[in-house]
């Protein structure tokens, strides 16, 4: 696992990006089942991210590797708090602007009730004028007459054509007057009912619009204490955050040289191996059996060493980002998912070379699995709580080896499965038949 010193982005921010990253595409017409979705592609990006992040920090102790991880989960979570502050303002101005709304709507109510409540009482002093002129009129009529005026009184009264037509012209002038009048008063009365159930439909907006407003009130006041509990917990994650990575600043000089014993570690491992393998050919020459050129090493040659079926992968060989240090570091195997204390097995058939606890890799089985095409092959098992085998032993394909654990530099239990090829490590992927 050799150290490439070369600065790049951290892989922290890779994994909160790969987090938040949503699948674009059309929209479906279900949109709950594109929530469920994207809500499981979310956790299986959350998961993988985490397992990443796990192997960028093997060569590190367990305490060095949590705060890795808390900050790691952290940072990912400052984005959603991110969105959740922005959605609780948003629902604050949403709720601000509805209020306003009402508000305007409850004013133009009130200046509406003040309006017709005006023509109300204009209207009635109307009515009221017209009542005393029909009334005047009603008295003049009566005066001189004995009460009543009608064209036959005319008629007899008058004394000559001329009187006649002087008479009939003001009688007809008052008749006309009177009904002008009246008709009046009717119109005025209807226009005092018409207002009358307006001035009640207004009064009854009114009280609907102030029981709203008053929601208003309430649902602004909600908003507004979400979006205050909302930034809080954003500034206590950014604070966190800031601590956080003060702490792992203040331990760097220790994890660098952690990372270098366990560097250190996995030299030894393929010096041991190439130091063996010389051996071996020296041996196997002597013995009139040479090894030709080496060629192509084929695929599939290993079985599933974990219990768990199909066999799931959580992180793969290459090169990893460390969080904390800002250099790539050579992920040298690839990680399988295993419960801790459940069986490992052998993936192809050997002779143990050893079984013993190693810098960085825990308990380690490392099986000699002999030529393959003229390529020397080996595989070691790494992590393991316990072992069920010992150096020197041959062991069959699926035979148990040991179970699975979190010994070394692991950050949970998982199996960390190399495969080396000629003493050098190599993506054991292809030979896993995967």
Known sequence: MRV??????????????????????????????????????????????????????EGADASLQ??????????????????????ARAELEKAQREAAIIAARLKDAEDQQTTIATTITTDAANA???????????????????????GIDVVLDS????????????????????????????????????????????KDKITQLKADADQKVVEADAAKAAATAAKQSLDDLLAQQVSQQQQLDAQKAALEAQLAAADAEAAAVQNELVAAIAEQKARDAAAGNPHGPAGPIGTALFANPTSISPIYVTSEYGMRMHPTLHYVRLHAGIDLRTY?????????????TWAKQRFGFGNQVMIDSGFVNGNALSASYNHLTSFAVGS?????????????GNTGTSAACHLHFEVYVNGATTNPRPLLGI
């Open 4 to 57: 490439n010193r070369i600065s790049v982005v951290a892989i922290v921010a890779l994994v909160v990006s790969a987090v938040f990253a949503g699948p674009a595409g059309p929209a479906s017409a279900d949109k709950i089942d594109d929530r469920r979705k994207a809500a499981e592609a979310h956790k299986a990006a959350v998961a993988k991210a985490r397992d990443d992040l796990e192997a960028a920090m």
């Open 128 to 150: 009221d004028a017209i009542r005393a002129a029909i009334g005047q009129m009603a008295r003049e009529a009566y005066k001189g007459g004995g009460g009543s005026v009608s």
């Open 159 to 202: 004394q000559s054509a001329t009187d006649f037509a002087e008479r009939y012209g003001l009688l007809s002038t008052a008749l006309r007057t009177q009904g002008q009048l009246l008709d009046a008063l009717r119109a005025s009365d209807a226009l005092n009912k018409n207002a009358e159930a307006r001035l009640t439909a207004v």
């Open 340 to 352: 801790c204390n459940t069986p490992v097995y052998a993936g192809r058939a050997g002779t143990v």
């Open 66 to 87: 949590a705060l890795a991880l808390q900050l790691a989960d952290t940072q990912a979570k400052i984005v959603p708090a991110q969105a959740a502050v922005d959605a």
């Open 392 to 404: 020197g032993q041959h062991v069959e394909q699926g035979q148990l080896i040991g179970r699975s």
